[in-house]
């Protein structure tokens, strides 16, 4: 399969392929309204978000992007810096005519991007659902206590991750130890790592962060305030990020809320959908 995979189905919902920043993106979307930029994490692809796109929440309108390189979307011109790839998705945004008045909703790295964003341009979202990220607020001391939990895959990722994505049976592994999910929904996702693009961004990911951004965050914390409310949603299961790193009394957040969710772990959008799904609603509710 691999580059020749194609998009897995999803009933009733609208795809497209808009340049943006020089990134070819791929678009899945589905409802009308209220715009809903919802953004996956790693080694997943906008079918994270297969239930909200099937059945969109009333009056919400669900935008779910490949983020640069992984899924149908075409690669980065750039390293994968987190923050070029902020800029890649405002400026995505632009081109949809997305200006204000959106919700956003991310998981994994799509948090740790959501979270770049709000503090970047806090006037174009009204809210922000995030589930399973650190916050980038959290002190170092709290961080280098579960430093082991990133070291014990990362580096792997950084280092040797397209062999090990393309080649091996690795992420059928890493999804049938820590999720729920079923040996289909797994195949979907990890099958598209099979493709080259998509394996170069993952170990892009990795290293950009190992080298440049985890060093530089030590010298120049986050002091940025969010004054965008927060909703903060995690799986206290999760074995690669643990929940103290996003705790509520260390962001520096006007409006931040965290919610911890027993005998879940990391793929909480894909284990609790029910859950997603009231909570996204809820924020709609709260910041209509």
């Known amino acids: 399969m691999g580059a020749d995979q194609e998009v897995p189905a999803i009933p ?46 009333e009056g919400l309108r669900i935008i779910a992007p490949d983020l640069p390189g992984y899924g149908w979307s075409g690669a980065a011109p750039h390293r994968w810096a987190k923050e070029d790839v902020v800029s890649d998705l405002l400026a995505l945004m632009d081109v949809m005519g997305l200006a204000d008045d959106v919700l956003l909703v991310g998981h994994d790295w799509g948090g740790w991007i959501g979270y770049r964003m709000i503090l970047r341009e806090p006037r174009r979202f009204r809210g922000y659902l995030v589930f399973n990220m650190v916050h980038p607020w959290a002190p170092k001391g709290v961080v280098a206590r579960h430093a082991w939990r990133l070291l014990t895959y990362q580096p792997l990722m950084a280092s040797v991750g397209v062999p090990l994505l393309r080649q091996t049976r690795y992420l059928e592994w890493l999804f049938g130890a820590y999720s729920g999910m079923d040996r289909e929904t797994i195949r979907v996702f990890s099958e598209r790592f099979r493709d080259p693009v998509v394996a170069r961004t993952a170990t892009d990911t990795y290293r950009t962060f190992l080298l440049k951004e985890m060093p530089a965050a030590v010298r120049r914390p986050e002091m940025r305030r969010a004054t965008v409310p927060i909703r903060a949603v995690f799986g206290v299961e999760d074995v690669a990020i643990h929940y103290s790193m996003a705790a509520a009394e260390t962001a520096r957040a006007d409006d931040y809320t965290l919610e911890m969710v027993e005998g879940c772990g990391h793929f909480i959008v894909d284990e609790r959908p029910k859950l997603v799904r009231a909570r996204l609603i809820e924020l709609a509710a709260e910041t209509a």
């Open 12 to 57: 009733n919902v609208r795809r497209s392929y808009i340049d943006a920043r020089g990134v070819r993106f791929h678009v899945t979307e589905a409802g009308e309204g209220r715009p809903v930029l919802a953004l996956h994490g790693w080694p997943q692809h906008h079918y994270v978000y297969r239930g909200l796109l099937a059945d969109p929440p």
